[in-house]
Structure formats: C-alpha cells, structure tokens
C-alpha cells in the first residue's frame, strides 16, 4: 500500500498484524498498534521525543545485568506490573487476591530451610522477625507440600545481591508446608528501601517529583502442580510509604499484621526487645504451576 496521509500508517500497519495466524499474538499486535498510534496522535509526538524515546529504550536495554533489570524497574514504576497482577487473579480483578509483583530481585535455587529454621546466613544486625505462615486454597482448605521460596531485603534496606556485606543467598530460604499447610522461619526485621535511581527509571522519578521508596515488605513464591504459581509480597502498615509505594503494589490483601514485642521471647529471650511476629495466610487459585523467568541471575 502506498501511503497518502497519516492515517493510511495506522490502517496499512493493522492490515499487516491482522494476517498474524495465532490468535492470541494477532489480538495483541492489533491492538497495540492501534493504542500504540493513538498515543502519538494525542500527544502529537514529535520527531526530537521520538528520537529521545527510542534512546531511552536502548539504554534501558544495556542497564540490564545478572543483579539489575531497568525493564522490571520501570513497569512497575508506570503501574503497568501491578495492572496486569490484578487483572490476571482474583477473579479477573473483581476479588482480593495474594498475588503481587515478582519484583526484581528473585533468583532461582535459594536454599531449603526445615521449618522453623532462620534464613540468616551471615551476620545481619537487626530486630529479631518470626514469621509464621498458612497455604490454603480458594475454600481455605490447607495446601500440604508446598514449595515456599521467601526473599527479603536487609536491614539497610538491600537484597543479598547488591551488597557486598552479605552472605550469598541471606535472607532468603525456600520451604515445605506440612500437613496443615503450615511453614514458618525466623530473619530479621526489614525496611523499606528505595529502588535503584541511577538508571532512566531514577530520572522519570525526579522530573516527576516522585520519592523512590518502597514500603517494607516479605516476598513469597510458592508452587505446588495443580495451582497457579503464587507471587506474592506482604507489606508492613506502620512503614511511612505504605500509602505511596513508589512501584503501586500494595493492595488491602497484602498488608500484614507485623507485631512488635516488648516484652522478651518466651523461647528465645536472649534475642532481646524489640522483635517483631508476622501471621499470614496465603491462598493459591487453581491453574498451572509454572515458574516464572527470573529477573536476575
């Protein structure tokens, strides 16, 4: 098709991705052309921003590495991560749901914990976390075997990964539900932490006036065949970014109950005050258990 006017551009491009022959791929081409060039005609997107923007893609490219994805960063940085978690559960986004963000910062491999153990693995100073936890389906019934994988940042606020102080895998553990679908572990207390600013995603912030924070939270990824994979994240409400979460993933379903104690352990009192409890129940939908790629190495 030769092109007349601009919005020959529009209809020869939808006429090439509606020759796509799987469904699925041809819907999303369609669509995304369409949206995709309503954009530029509602902003009038000109040639410099243009340029500008495809600079900004190559570079977001090249940010990419074994401990750091920008790509990640950003959409969850835009909404579009927590958009598509909440559109993809709880009954299509109509009901809670324990599904949250991978994040950035899950690997594969972390080391199995006997329930009840500490995924400490190197000297970590902080307030003492125990954490105890239930997995159940859509009916509360308790989820037995389940594989639990659990990743927090530190006290200062980084993963393992980025710091150098740390022991390799600290702070993270995988688990085995029992028979009432129970499993539990101790750590340390974590904080909120601001994402990495140094990339595209820290400059959109500050020309937005936008903090980089994330408010503290527990990270869990847990399989078992029969049920969906379930990515979740849960949230401290005393964190002062609970209401501002720079990557919007806190939901009403998310926010935990993580209790201060004052009062010295009853089985552990050489731990010293304060240390904090965490009880959560996590609930799986039914579907196919198929781990997601990690972000990181």
Same mark, same amino acid.
């Given at each position: 098709m030769v092109i007349k006017n601009q919005q020959d551009v529009t209809e020869a491009v939808i006429a090439v991705m509606e020759r796509t022959h799987e469904p699925r791929l041809r819907a999303i081409m369609v669509s995304l052309v369409k949206h995709l060039h309503g954009f530029v005609r509602e902003t009038r997107l000109t040639e410099a921003e243009f340029r500008d923007a495809a600079a900004i893609l190559n570079e977001m490219g090249k940010l990419a590495s074994d401990t750091h994805n920008e790509t990640v960063l950003m959409a969850g940085s835009l909404g579009v991560s927590s958009l598509v978690c909440l559109l993809n559960n709880g009954d299509g986004g109509n009901t809670e749901t324990s599904q949250s963000l991978l994040g950035p910062f899950w690997r594969l491999n972390s080391p199995h914990v006997e329930n009840g153990g500490s995924i400490l693995r190197s000297e970590?100073?902080?307030?003492?976390?125990?954490?105890?936890?239930?997995? *159940?389906?859509?009916?509360?019934?308790?989820?037995?075997?389940? !594989?639990?994988?659990?990743?927090?940042?530190?006290?200062?606020?980084?993963?393992?990964?980025?710091?150098?102080?740390?022991? !390799?895998?600290?702070?993270?553990?995988?688990?085995?539900?029992?028979?009432?679908?129970?499993?539990?572990?101790?750590?340390?207390?974590?904080?909120?932490?601001?994402?990495?600013?140094?990339?595209? *995603?820290?400059? /959109?912030?500050?020309?937005?006036?936008?903090?980089?924070?994330?408010?503290?939270?527990?990270?869990? #990824?847990? #399989?078992?065949?029969?049920?969906?994979?379930?990515?979740?994240? *849960?949230?401290?409400?005393?964190?002062?970014?609970?209401?501002?979460?720079?990557?919007?993933?806190?939901?009403?379903? /998310?926010?935990?109950?993580?209790?201060?104690?004052? !009062? #010295?352990?009853? !089985?552990?009192?050489?731990?010293?005050?304060?240390?904090?409890?965490?009880?959560?129940?996590?609930?799986?939908?039914?579907?196919?258990?198929?781990?997601?790629?990690?972000?990181?190495?």
């Open positions: 970590t100073p902080g307030d003492a976390l125990f954490v105890t936890a239930r997995v *159940v389906d859509q009916k509360g019934r308790p989820i037995a075997g389940a !594989e639990v994988d659990v990743w927090h940042a530190s006290p200062v606020g980084l993963y393992e990964n980025q710091d150098p102080e740390q022991a !390799e895998m600290n702070l993270r553990g995988k688990f085995t539900t029992d028979a009432e679908g129970r499993f539990a572990f101790r750590s340390v207390m974590m904080i909120g932490y601001p994402i990495p600013t140094d990339g595209v *995603v820290g400059r /959109l912030l500050r020309a937005q006036g936008r903090h980089p924070y994330r408010p503290a939270h527990l990270h869990a #990824l847990i #399989l078992k065949p029969g049920f969906k994979v379930l990515v979740s994240q *849960v949230y401290d409400p005393n964190d002062p970014h609970i209401d501002s979460d720079v990557q919007f993933g806190v939901t009403s379903a /998310l926010v935990g109950a993580f209790v201060r104690h004052d !009062e #010295l352990h009853p !089985e552990d009192p050489g731990i010293g005050t304060p240390w904090y409890s965490l009880d959560y129940t996590y609930r799986m939908e039914p579907g196919e258990a198929v781990l997601p790629r990690p972000p990181i190495k």
